[in-house]
């Protein structure tokens, strides 16, 4: 009893897939959209599988054939549910009636769904599918649909004997009936010209109109007989009334015979010839020649009713009379030759609009549906050819030869896609090893990974090749299942980790650069775990999602303003480039402000490398536009620096010259200081040839100037000598006036300063000589006086 008390029913919603196979098993067949749900939704294959076994609605098991997983299964499932209450689009569906067609028991089975086959390619792959040989020759033998008996003939080849047989027969007669018909038609307009060419005062015209007509009659019968064996290939019949409509009725015999017309029967053969030439030309021009088919069927007749004139009155040789009449027969056949080309001209352009089958193109899920489209654009070139019958005596149309080269065309694309089919197969060989391998290896996303482009590679290869390999792929599959389930198990606790951290991330961010960084490297970890099989999982990864979402906020919000700070960049760039181009235009080059120039294009490409960075796309073309127009300016502004290093250099030269030349040093300074004033008027130059130029000018300038100044002082101190020299005899001038106890030592203690300094100038000497004798002079006088007075 306790034991039932706390037993619990299984749960759909249970972890483990057992569990809900049994949750499945305790429901009644009313739980149809529990079914459906689960048959939709579940992760787990057999889960579905089982939902599928209970469900008995076609619409919700037709609405996952698409789905690769249980599509097989869904398929067959479908086709034990139909029933005569099943909506069309579903009996319609390609994919059913394939399958529906592949597996009929019975003959009045098969009968039944291939009449409802739109597709010839689906309906004889259908057919060749099917394992039972009576019902394949039962719906072959009630098979007459040109396309039909085409897609027979070729999917049966060398795999039905007896079905292929069948095809090749009514391909054979189909084509006998139509050249039949074909001769048919040529024979009518022949019966009718000779008809028209029939005079009543023709004295056999009775008996030759009785033979016509015994001919019409036969001919009649004979089309009509081709008609209905056409017929039954769908092959619309020809207007048999309208046909007799056109046989000309008899004349009445004339009452008196006429008067003898001398008729030109050469002349008349001549017109007939010229008239076929015409027609053969209207061919020759193409379909799209304009012709009219009544004018031309009335110019037959008026020659035949000309030449029956003639002929009544004196009749030609049967030599002549059997060329116009094949002449006249002709110009018919021509003429419906080029109304032929006019009829089928477009449907020719249709087919070569076509592409030709690409496998790798999307709208082309399976190898089987590029096959189908091959045979289907070949089987309409070839028929629009058949009907064509062009006469090989008259070039072909641009029409024809393009049509004969898409027919090779179409030819070598299926050949290659049979080659690529037999690589495909070699391909699962290696990738069936490649996925036991990964299995071994326990690499469940790489596993994952290989299991699911195998699929995609099985399900372009044709159905018949790709059966052996399908056993493999279920247990491998299996395998895979198992060993996700492991992984699930075992990566519970590291999907939740990264949980934890993303959250942190988006709790506390970081630097926005380091936060991308750190929300992209958890993001590949998440994904190295493989998808969430489990509800678990599937929460965790949705708390994953959310969580990434608010760590990557402040990433964003700083992406988008360093995008706002780039396109205002691209804004100022693009004021720079507007400001160059108009510069450029607007200035008087030959009267420019150099250094406002070199100063202009300084200051453009700072403010260019300020306003960084740009959108790199939009900014390519904007910075080309820029370095145009920088080198533009620097060109203008390298000529004028290279003709102002050229006067510079002529400075330098003079500079030279001057100091050679040998003139007064005061001199040379005075040219110097001219060279100066010319220097400083030079416009301007880079900076390494300006600091060149000038160390060679001031090396020049400081010889001179150095010199200049060796002179100067060598004068100063010639002039402080005259001025101390001065200062001492006046000096001794004025002692000798006030000073009595000058006497001779003093005098000479004044000689020898003045010989101290030096070599004086004449006029200064001859003073100091005056001065010293005066002295020495008074000196002794004034002795001689005291020592008298004593």
């Known amino acids: 009893m306790l034991r039932k008390l706390f037993s619990r029913k299984p749960r759909l919603d249970a972890e483990d897939s057992a569990v809900r196979i049994a949750a499945l098993a305790d429901l009644g067949d009313g739980e149809q959209a529990t079914f459906a749900r689960v048959f939709r939704d579940d992760a787990d294959r057999d889960v579905r599988l089982k939902a599928l076994e209970r469900l008995n609605r076609p619409d919700i098991v037709f609405e996952r054939l698409g789905d690769e997983q249980v599509a097989a299964e869904a398929l067959s499932r479908l086709l034990s549910l139909i029933d005569d209450d099943t909506p069309a689009t579903i009996r319609s569906h390609p994919a059913v009636q394939r399958a529906a067609l592949a597996s009929a028991e019975t003959a009045d089975a098969a009968l039944a769904v291939a009449r409802d086959v739109a597709d010839p390619a689906v309906f004889a792959a259908a057919l060749a599918e099917n394992p039972r040989a009576r019902v394949r020759l039962a719906v072959a033998e009630a098979t007459w649909t040109p396309a039909a008996l085409t897609e027979m003939e070729k999917t049966s080849r060398r795999r039905d004997k007896s079905m292929h047989r069948v095809a090749r027969e009514r391909l054979a007669a189909l084509r006998a009936a139509s050249h039949r018909r074909d001769e048919e038609d040529t024979q009518t307009e022949s019966i009718l010209a000779t008809a028209v060419a029939l005079e009543g005062g023709d004295p056999h015209y009775a008996a030759r109109r009785e033979a016509i007509e015994r001919d019409w009659t036969n001919h009649l019968v004979a089309m009509e007989a081709t008609d209905q064996e056409l017929a039954r290939f769908s092959v619309v019949a020809r207007d048999l009334n309208a046909v007799g409509r056109r046989f000309p009725a008899r004349l009445k015999p004339a009452q008196a015979h006429p008067p003898e017309v001398e008729v030109d029967f050469g002349a008349l053969l001549t017109r007939a010839e010229s008239l076929l030439a015409t027609a053969t030309g209207f061919l020759k021009a193409g379909a799209g020649e304009a012709v009219s088919s009544e004018d031309a069927r009335q110019s037959i007749d008026d020659l035949a009713a000309e030449w029956n004139t003639g002929a009544d009155a004196k009749p030609p040789g049967e030599e002549l009379s059997t060329r116009f009449r094949e002449a006249l027969a002709s110009v018919a056949a021509r003429l419906r030759d080029h109304e032929r080309a006019q009829e089928l001209a477009p449907q020719a352009k249709e087919l070569l609009a076509r592409d030709i089958p690409d496998p790798e193109h999307p709208r082309f899920e399976t190898f089987e549906s590029v096959v189908r489209e091959l045979r289907r654009q070949r089987d309409d070139v070839d028929h629009v050819l058949a009907r064509f019958a062009w006469p090989e005596d008259v070039p072909e149309l641009e029409e024809i030869t393009a049509l004969k080269q898409r027919q090779r065309d179409l030819v070598a694309a299926a050949e290659q896609a049979e080659t690529n089919a037999d690589a495909m197969l070699d391909e699962m060989a290696d990738k069936i090893s490649e996925l036991r391998q990964s299995i071994e290896d326990g690499a469940v996303h790489d596993a994952e990974e290989r299991e699911r482009r195998l699929r995609d590679v099985l399900k372009g290869l044709p159905r018949a090749k790709a059966q052996p390999f399908n056993a493999d792929l279920a247990e491998l599959g299996a395998r895979v299942r198992e060993l996700r389930d492991w992984r699930t198990y075992a990566q519970a606790p590291q999907r939740e980790a990264l949980c934890q951290q993303i959250e942190e991330l988006a709790d506390n961010p970081i630097e926005p650069h380091e936060q991308?960084?750190?929300?992209?490297?958890?993001?590949?970890?998440?994904?190295?775990?493989?998808?969430?099989?489990?509800?678990?999982?599937?929460?965790?990864?949705?708390?994953?999602?959310?969580?990434?979402?608010?760590?990557?906020?402040?990433?964003?919000?700083?992406?988008?303003?360093?995008?706002?700070?780039?396109?205002?960049?691209?804004?100022?760039?693009?004021?720079?480039?507007?400001?160059?181009?108009?510069?450029?235009?607007?200035?008087?080059?030959?009267?420019?402000?150099?250094?406002?120039?070199?100063?202009?294009?300084?200051?453009?490409?700072?403010?260019?490398?300020?306003?960084?960075?740009?959108?790199?796309?939009?900014?390519?073309?904007?910075?080309?536009?820029?370095?145009?127009?920088?080198?533009?300016?620097?060109?203008?502004?390298?000529?004028?620096?290279?003709?102002?290093?050229?006067?510079?250099?002529?400075?330098?030269?003079?500079?030279?010259?001057?100091?050679e030349s040998g003139d007064r040093v005061t001199d040379q300074a005075e040219s110097m200081k001219g060279l100066q004033r010319r220097w400083k008027a030079v416009g301007p130059l880079p900076r390494r040839a300006d600091q060149r130029l000038w160390k060679q000018f001031r090396e020049q300038c400081d010889q001179v100037f150095e010199a200049r100044a060796v002179v100067l002082d060598r004068h100063s101190q010639r002039r402080q000598v005259v001025t101390d020299a001065d200062a001492l005899i006046t000096e001794l001038e004025r002692r000798l006036e006030i000073d009595p106890s000058l006497d001779r030592n003093m005098i000479a203690d004044y000689e020898r300063r003045l010989h101290a300094l030096g070599m004086l100038p004449k006029d200064v000497e001859r003073r100091a000589d005056e001065v010293l004798r005066d002295a020495d002079r008074i000196v002794v006088a004034r002795q001689a006086a005291n020592a008298s007075d004593e």
């Open 516 to 659: 991308m960084q750190a929300v992209k490297t958890l993001r590949d970890q998440w994904n190295q775990l493989g998808p969430a099989d489990t509800r678990r999982d599937r929460d965790l990864r949705r708390r994953f999602d959310r969580a990434a979402e608010r760590a990557f906020e402040p990433c964003r919000i700083y992406f988008k303003e360093q995008a706002e700070r780039r396109a205002f960049n691209l804004e100022q760039r693009q004021a720079i480039v507007t400001a160059l181009e108009g510069f450029l235009e607007n200035n008087d080059w030959d009267n420019a402000d150099w250094r406002g120039v070199e100063k202009i294009l300084r200051q453009a490409r700072n403010e260019w490398r300020h306003y960084h960075p740009v959108d790199r796309r939009a900014g390519r073309q904007l910075t080309t536009r820029f370095e145009e127009l920088a080198s533009a300016i620097h060109a203008l502004l390298k000529a004028e620096w290279d003709r102002n290093i050229e006067k510079k250099e002529a400075i330098v030269a003079d500079a030279i010259a001057i100091r």
